[in-house]
């Protein structure tokens, strides 16, 4: 296990090519939440995601070890991807990035724009990861975890470090959970320097591999699966960060998809923020009130790199910018009437009257969304 030391000497190691993002009150989501909301800006770090933190902190340790210049290997769908691409490139490290075929277009021109070459390669991720793993065998490349590795945890816990000294008044901390690396981090650091504040994991409801996992004590492995929020959409855990989230985390929560679209859509409407799915359930559990404790809740905003075709972003983004007051949001990707590629989302918002009722069906319709009214 990795402990406030490890976290200190990777905050010196990247500090000089990172950002510390900042802190921010709402008030308006304080008054939803009954409670202070502080958000932690973590979309706004480079690459748009807290995993640069711990990609870095990796690879520049290959440097210091004096492998020469080894090529980097990594597997991912997009964030961890980015952060291990830009890694590479700050170090001046070749880097392949094995990709599923399905991945997002911009995520994967993305990781290209920093000198990757990307390998598209099966259909899920654990396809890319085989075949990552495969490429190291061969070449002798240096893999780079997601999570499950020292050197990645202690980078991710800088946000605790940063957390500590920009936070003073939260009591709680609500923290996206994957693979469980940024959770591990960040409970790692607040265990030592803000002990008193209650570190909570969120995890998906229809990806919940550390619930799981701390129930039986063991990690567990999912079967499947689903959920809109692909960041956390993890099957399993590893042995690293349960023993972690065993020691240092008050508790693990999830939340429902449509209380994370319910999240998502105040984050752009109340606090002009956009980020990705994954980012947004630190903030809908506090607003469903799995958050212990009555003080200043914290939600870390893990990253904002939306796809440009999911349409629910680009909804979020259109009601956000028709300052509509919205009273509930419902999200439903299951449906006779669905297809595999459909989403449908109940959405209750005011307006003012009629017309203004049919210049927001107009407007959402003129950008491509199929709008029913409900009678």
């Known amino acids: 296990m990795i402990d406030l030391r490890d976290i200190e000497d990777a905050r010196a190691t990247i500090g000089p090519v990172l950002r510390v993002t900042p802190v921010t009150h709402s008030h308006s989501l304080s008054g939803l939440a009954g409670r202070d909301v502080l958000l932690k800006g973590e979309q706004l770090q480079r690459t748009g995601s807290f995993k640069i933190r711990g990609a870095r902190n990796f690879v520049a340790h290959l440097e210091e070890a004096g492998s020469g210049r080894p090529e980097v290997v ?26 599923p075929a399905n991945a997002a277009l911009p995520k994967v021109e993305a990781t290209r724009s920093y000198g990757a070459t990307v390998l598209l390669e099966g259909a899920v991720v654990d396809d890319a990861m085989a075949a990552a793993r495969d490429h190291a065998d061969r070449t002798g490349a240096v893999l780079v975890p997601p999570f499950d590795d020292p050197l990645v945890v202690a980078g991710q816990g800088t946000v605790g470090l940063e957390l500590a000294e920009q936070a ?25 320097t803000r002990p008193e504040v209650k570190v909570v994991g969120v995890e998906a409801a229809g990806a919940a591999a550390m619930r799981a996992s701390l129930d039986a004590g063991r990690c567990v492995t999912l079967d499947s699966v689903a959920t809109m929020a692909d960041g956390i959409a993890v099957r399993c ?44 359930v630190g903030l809908a559990a506090i607003l469903a009130g799995r958050v212990p404790g009555t003080g200043p809740a ?49 959405l209750t918002v005011e307006t003012r009257d009629p017309s203004h009722r049919h210049e927001v069906v107009r407007t959402l319709r003129d950008q491509g969304f199929n709008v029913e009214l409900a009678r």
């Not at 009591?171 to 959770?183: D, E, F, M, N, Q």
């Not at 023993?243 to 929560?253: E, T």
């Not at 909804?315 to 989403?343: F, I, P, Q, W, Y």
């Open 237 to 280: 855990v590893s042995d690293l960060t349960l023993a972690h989230a065993q020691a240092y985390v008050h508790d693990v929560v999830t939340v429902t998809e449509e209380e994370i679209s319910q999240a998502l859509l105040l984050l752009a409407e109340r606090a002009k923020v956009v980020v990705e799915p994954a980012g947004a």
């Open 168 to 192: 003073p008044r939260a009591t709680a901390v609500a923290v996206p959970v994957g693979g469980g690396g940024l959770l591990a981090g960040v409970a790692t650091a607040l265990a030592t």
């Open 298 to 346: 914290l939600a870390v905003l893990s990253g904002g790199n939306v796809d440009p075709p999911g349409a629910l972003a680009a909804l979020t983004d259109a009601v956000a910018k028709m300052r509509l007051n919205v009273l509930s949001v419902e999200h439903h990707r299951a449906g006779l009437e669905l297809g595999v590629d459909e989403v449908e989302v109940l």
């Open 74 to 99: 990594a597997a991912s769908a997009g964030n961890h991807a980015q952060g291990v691409a830009l890694a590479a490139r700050l170090s001046g490290l070749p880097a392949t990035i094995f990709m």
